[in-house]
């Protein structure tokens, strides 16, 4: 009997979208599953902004041919001899990379920095398939009621949003805060999170016909602007005082926003970055 076969996009050269070809692939089996590793059926997996990157070939520990995606939620349907925490039936989500749990970092609680560990569509092959296989620390149970589309962006998209609003921003109640990227998927859960704490956000964009789409969101003003030049406008909605948090999301890439974000910040008031990529 020969070996069972999946469907999966399969990039087999960085470059544009033309190069993801939807093929018959192997598929893994279930009784080769490692000690630690689980069998996932593939239910919602999410386009991010990272996929495209490592499309372009801009991530070198992409191996080729490579099945990207890393925002994964679905079913497990086999586990491995040694798996302690899930079981036949669970619903999982992935959690970005698959940490190593030995080095200092994972030691110290910050998987979400390990260099020793393996990211989906990288070092192993991503969702964009029928199955995939992570080890167990690379996995989170999704709870009933929550959605397996809405379960697959949770540890990447909303939880950079988190990360980056409360941990790294501190954002409080009743402070002014400026989004830059504002409607990439990042932005538009910050401002929701923002809202959420009770502060009041100003949302930028580089295009006009997203301003709608932030309002919806929860923006209570959008700068709207194709040069990314927002300060001026930033201060004038803040009556000249400045806004008290900048979350940065557009990154490095950037200059101009970078040098807004600077002069559009009340005096000694703080600036948070966060970026969608590596």
Same mark, same amino acid.
């Given at each position: 009997?020969g070996?069972k ?18 093929? &018959? ?14 069998l996932i059926?593939? #239910?919602?997996?999410?386009?991010c ?49 698959v940490?190593?749990? #030995?080095?200092?970092?994972?030691? #110290?609680g ?17 969702g ?7 080890? &167990? ?6 709870p ?15 939880g ?30 910050a ?6 704490i ?17 309002? &919806?969101?929860?923006a209570?003003?959008?700068?709207a ?14 009556a ?12 490095? #890439? ?6 807004a ?13 966060c970026?969608?990529?590596?």
């Open positions: 009997m070996q076969t999946m469907r999966a996009v399969v990039m087999h050269e960085f470059g544009g979208p033309e190069n993801l070809r939807l093929e &018959e692939v192997p598929a893994p089996e279930a009784s080769a599953l490692r000690q630690r590793e689980v059926k593939v #239910r919602a997996v999410g386009v902004y990272h996929d495209i990157i490592n499309r372009s070939g801009n991530l070198p520990r992409t191996k080729l041919p490579s099945i990207l995606g890393h925002e994964i939620a679905g079913e497990v349907v086999a586990i491995g001899p040694g798996v302690q925490d899930f079981r036949v039936g669970d619903r999982v989500a992935t959690i970005q990379r940490h190593c749990g #030995r080095c200092d970092l994972c030691r #110290r910050r998987t979400t920095l390990c260099k020793e560990g393996v990211f989906f569509g990288e070092e192993i092959p991503g964009y398939a029928e199955y995939v296989v992570s080890e &167990e620390q690379g996995l989170a149970r999704v009933h009621g929550i959605a397996l589309e809405e379960a697959s962006i949770c540890a990447c998209t909303i950079t949003a988190i990360h980056v609003a409360r941990t790294r921003g501190g954002v409080q109640l009743d402070e002014t805060v400026l989004i830059t990227g504002a409607s990439g998927g990042v932005g538009l859960h401002i929701q999170i923002c809202r959420l009770g502060a009041r956000v100003l949302a930028v964009t580089s295009s006009p016909q997203k301003e709608a789409r932030l309002k &919806e969101a929860g209570d003003e959008v700068i602007t194709p040069s990314l030049k927002f300060a001026e406008a930033a201060r004038r909605l803040t000249g005082r400045g806004v008290d948090v900048v979350l940065e999301i557009t990154g490095a #890439r950037s200059v101009p926003s970078s040098h974000s600077c002069r559009c910040r009340r005096r000694r008031g703080p600036t948070n970055s970026t969608t990529a590596p």
